[in-house]
């Protein structure tokens, strides 16, 4: 069953209960009323025709009421004395024979609804008392066939009612359930369209929805939509990029056997560029092992207390040697911090952001690096004087592969040049610290590249 039809439904079986509950409420409330009312008027003629027998100290009963019928029987049950009433199958005949010994019997007064053929009707039993002693027992009946019509006029109008106004309700539901739903169809023949297509550029056109429900529905799925599109280029990319990567290498290394072979002897100069190769095959798989780890959280991270500022110094002796002879490598500030971290991890951070700063500066390289406390984090810093990053790459060079070629002023010798995958990890490891990697650039004046980390308190 459709949704719209359930809502349908859903809304008429609500209407419907309330108004029964309603119908029921104004049935009763109305029976009620009119039974009090013919209560009323039997009590009003009894007392009055009692206190026309006291008055008169007669026995002849009167009545105001030719729809009411009044009869006096002695404590014997003998009829003393009865009225007449316009009503057929009334007269002549005992109103209530049971109420008449039950009020002898008790001195009570009695009423009950009694049937009688056709005949419905009202009866009130009443004892006469004179000085305490009972000396006989009056008795009023008068027909609800009135009151019978009434119940079932007003019955049928409530059921004829109810009906309509359920039906009304459920149209009505039918139809906002229908122009409700209206764009979710409309969404559901979009996503469908998407999926024929297998165009994931498509989005749903939001035009100038409000924002309700359903806007905000096709505004979530449209940002999915972006967000799978953006993750389905960036395999694809990532994959032409590792083919890319791979061609060079292993044309070399194809290239250089099959000129040994022609040869039919070993050349060393050969062997050295297919080693040489072979060794930057091996780097860029090992790198890429290292961040498919990284992004689907494999990477081990063994985190521990330990002084950065120690790891720092021992990284900085190493980095010494990369920075040649001719390069400045400096601490220029150094503060002693503990953060929770993996060593190795964080040592491979900083080599390789000092390792680009050597990378990127010319021959009067100049790189300082700073590790200092701010608040409740510590911020160690490399800073070159050297070509800078252009501004629209900046947001780009912690992507898989993404090498600056804007920004690029000098040509690194062929076995400098990187895979463009050193900042994507180091950005991955700087995460999984609960920490993170700030870049400021300036074309053709330098760069820094700050680690940010929690302090251990
Ligand atoms: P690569 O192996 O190419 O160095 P990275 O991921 O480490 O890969 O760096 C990505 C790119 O960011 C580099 O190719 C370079 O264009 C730019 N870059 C990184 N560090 C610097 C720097 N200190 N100065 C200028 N450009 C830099």
């Not at 459709?2 to 079986?13: D, E, K, N, P, T």
């Not at 890429?288 to 021992?314: F, H, K, N, V, Y």
């Not at 050597?358 to 004087?385: A, C, H, M, P, Y």
């Amino acid at each position: 069953m459709s949704l719209q039809i359930r809502l349908a439904m859903f809304y008429a079986v609500l209407v419907g209960a309330a108004i029964i509950a309603f119908g029921l409420a104004v049935y009763n409330r109305s029976t009620e009323f009119l039974l009090q009312q013919i209560d009323v008027r039997l009590e009003s003629a009894i007392k009055d025709a009692g206190n026309v027998l006291r008055s008169r100290n007669a026995s002849e009963l009167l009545t105001y009421d030719a729809s009411i019928l009044l009869q006096l029987y002695d404590v014997n049950g003998e009829l003393i004395s009865t009225t007449s009433t316009t009503e057929s199958g009334f007269s002549g005949n005992v109103i209530d024979p049971e109420g008449l010994s039950i009020v002898i019997a008790t001195r009570r007064e009695y009423s009950a609804e009694l049937v009688r053929g056709s005949l419905h009707y009202k009866a009130i039993s009443v004892p006469v008392m004179v000085d305490e002693i009972n000396v006989g027992v009056l008795q009023a009946g008068t027909s609800l066939a009135a009151v019978d019509k009434l119940r079932a006029d007003l019955l049928r109008s409530l059921v004829l009612i109810g009906l309509v106004i359920t039906g009304v309700a459920a149209s009505i539901g039918y139809y906002t359930a229908r122009s409700g739903l209206a764009p979710l169809a409309a969404v559901t023949l979009f996503a469908s369209e998407i999926t024929r297509s297998d165009d994931l550029s498509l989005r749903i056109p939001e035009g100038r929805r409000p924002p309700d429900e359903i806007g905000k529905l096709i505004t979530a799925f449209n940002e999915t939509m972006a967000r799978l599109e953006h993750l389905f280029n960036a395999q694809r990319r990532f994959l032409a990029d590792v083919s890319h990567e791979l061609r060079t290498p292993l044309t070399v290394l194809k290239g250089n056997a099959s000129l040994m072979r022609r040869m039919q002897q070993l050349d060393p100069e050969a062997l050295d560029n297919m080693s040489q190769e072979i060794s930057r095959l091996t780097r860029m798989v090992e790198d890429l092992l290292l961040m498919a780890q990284a992004e689907s959280g494999r990477l081990e991270i063994d985190l521990a207390p330990m002084e950065l500022d120690t790891l720092l110094l021992e990284v900085f002796q190493q980095a010494k040697i990369l920075a040649g002879g001719q390069k400045t490598l400096q601490i220029v500030e150094i503060d002693q911090v503990v953060v929770m971290g993996d060593g190795d991890r964080l040592k491979q951070v900083m080599l390789n952001l000092i390792s680009n700063a050597v990378k990127f500066t010319d021959q009067n390289g100049k790189i300082f690096l700073r590790l200092r406390i701010e608040g409740d984090e510590v911020r160690l810093s490399v800073e070159d004087n050297g070509q800078g990053i252009h501004p629209d790459e900046v947001r780009h060079i912690f992507e898989r592969f993404y090498r600056a070629e804007k920004s690029r002023s000098k040509t690194l010798d062929y076995d400098q040049k990187g895979f463009g995958l050193g900042l994507a990890i180091a950005y991955l490891i700087m995460i999984r610290h609960n920490g993170r990697i700030e870049v400021s650039s300036e074309l053709g004046k330098g760069s820094v590249f700050t680690m940010c980390l929690p302090v251990l308190k």
